[in-house]
Protein backbone atom coordinates (compact mmCIF):
# COMPACT_ATOMS: atom_id res chain seq x y z
CA UNK A 1 0.00 0.00 0.00
CA UNK A 2 1.02 3.61 -0.97
CA UNK A 3 1.23 5.95 2.11
CA UNK A 4 1.73 10.19 1.70
CA UNK A 5 2.13 10.91 4.95
CA UNK A 6 2.08 15.17 4.62
CA UNK A 7 3.32 17.57 7.61
CA UNK A 8 4.32 21.01 7.82
CA UNK A 9 2.31 23.73 7.17
CA UNK A 10 0.25 26.21 9.78
CA UNK A 11 -0.26 29.67 10.22
CA UNK A 12 2.03 32.84 8.97
CA UNK A 13 1.58 36.64 8.50
CA UNK A 14 1.94 37.93 4.91
CA UNK A 15 5.62 37.92 3.57
CA UNK A 16 6.58 34.34 6.55
CA UNK A 17 7.82 31.28 5.13
CA UNK A 18 6.41 27.82 5.75
CA UNK A 19 7.63 24.54 4.71
CA UNK A 20 5.54 21.34 3.66
CA UNK A 21 7.00 17.75 3.81
CA UNK A 22 5.34 14.55 2.67
CA UNK A 23 7.00 11.20 3.23
CA UNK A 24 6.24 8.39 1.12
CA UNK A 25 5.83 4.95 1.62
CA UNK A 26 4.96 1.77 -0.61
CA UNK A 27 6.73 3.25 -3.51
CA UNK A 28 10.40 3.15 -5.12
CA UNK A 29 10.72 6.90 -4.19
CA UNK A 30 13.53 7.73 -6.09
CA UNK A 31 12.00 6.88 -9.63
CA UNK A 32 8.81 8.68 -9.25
CA UNK A 33 7.67 12.20 -10.12
CA UNK A 34 5.96 13.57 -6.69
CA UNK A 35 4.15 16.91 -7.41
CA UNK A 36 2.62 19.29 -4.78
CA UNK A 37 -1.05 20.74 -5.40
CA UNK A 38 -3.57 22.90 -3.84
CA UNK A 39 -7.39 23.29 -4.12
CA UNK A 40 -9.44 25.91 -2.33
CA UNK A 41 -13.40 25.27 -1.15
CA UNK A 42 -15.41 24.46 -4.43
CA UNK A 43 -12.66 25.20 -6.63
CA UNK A 44 -10.42 22.59 -8.45
CA UNK A 45 -7.06 21.18 -7.02
CA UNK A 46 -4.16 22.94 -9.25
CA UNK A 47 -0.81 21.76 -9.46
CA UNK A 48 1.61 24.06 -7.71
CA UNK A 49 5.25 22.61 -8.06
CA UNK A 50 6.59 18.82 -9.79
CA UNK A 51 9.98 17.34 -9.32
CA UNK A 52 10.94 14.35 -11.59
CA UNK A 53 13.44 11.41 -10.55
CA UNK A 54 16.08 13.44 -12.31
CA UNK A 55 15.55 16.18 -9.98
CA UNK A 56 13.70 18.65 -12.66
CA UNK A 57 11.45 21.13 -11.53
CA UNK A 58 8.49 23.07 -12.64
CA UNK A 59 6.41 25.31 -10.90
CA UNK A 60 2.60 27.20 -11.65
CA UNK A 61 3.28 30.55 -12.46
CA UNK A 62 1.81 32.01 -9.14
CA UNK A 63 4.61 30.20 -7.09
CA UNK A 64 7.84 30.86 -9.34
CA UNK A 65 10.52 32.63 -7.84
CA UNK A 66 8.78 31.89 -4.19
CA UNK A 67 8.19 28.28 -3.54
CA UNK A 68 10.72 25.39 -3.84
CA UNK A 69 10.36 21.94 -4.42
CA UNK A 70 13.23 20.07 -3.47
CA UNK A 71 13.16 16.06 -2.72
CA UNK A 72 15.64 13.73 -0.53
CA UNK A 73 15.72 10.33 -1.88
CA UNK A 74 17.69 8.62 1.25
CA UNK A 75 14.23 9.72 3.11
CA UNK A 76 11.58 9.21 0.52
CA UNK A 77 10.36 12.60 1.29
CA UNK A 78 9.76 15.70 -1.13
CA UNK A 79 9.47 18.91 0.59
CA UNK A 80 7.90 22.23 -0.70
CA UNK A 81 9.69 25.65 0.67
CA UNK A 82 6.87 28.72 0.39
CA UNK A 83 8.85 32.08 0.78
CA UNK A 84 7.35 35.52 0.66
CA UNK A 85 3.82 33.70 1.42
CA UNK A 86 0.46 35.69 0.33
CA UNK A 87 -3.23 35.94 1.29
CA UNK A 88 -3.46 34.18 -1.32
CA UNK A 89 -1.76 31.09 -1.15
CA UNK A 90 -4.15 30.35 1.89
CA UNK A 91 -5.62 27.23 1.09
CA UNK A 92 -5.26 23.01 1.29
CA UNK A 93 -1.38 21.60 0.02
CA UNK A 94 -1.98 18.09 -1.16
CA UNK A 95 1.20 15.85 -2.14
CA UNK A 96 0.88 13.35 -5.18
CA UNK A 97 2.50 10.76 -6.99
CA UNK A 98 1.28 7.83 -9.34
CA UNK A 99 2.18 4.24 -9.30
CA UNK A 100 0.99 3.01 -13.19
CA UNK A 101 -2.42 4.42 -13.25
CA UNK A 102 -3.08 4.76 -9.93
CA UNK A 103 -2.59 8.13 -7.92
CA UNK A 104 -2.03 8.62 -4.57
CA UNK A 105 -2.57 12.00 -2.58
CA UNK A 106 -1.73 12.93 0.55
CA UNK A 107 -4.47 13.81 3.27
CA UNK A 108 -3.85 17.59 2.69
CA UNK A 109 -2.05 19.94 4.97
CA UNK A 110 -3.90 23.72 5.56
CA UNK A 111 -1.91 26.72 5.03
CA UNK A 112 -2.60 29.98 5.77
CA UNK A 113 -1.24 33.39 5.62
CA UNK A 114 -2.55 36.22 7.39
CA UNK A 115 -2.27 40.28 5.96
Known amino acids: QVYLVQSGGGSVQAGGSLRLSCAASGINFKIHTMKWYRQAPGEERDLVAE???????TYTDSVKGRFTISRNNDRNTVYLQMNSLKPEDTTVYYC?????????WGKGTLVTVSS
Open 96 to 104: STHKGPTVF
Open 51 to 57: ITSSGTT
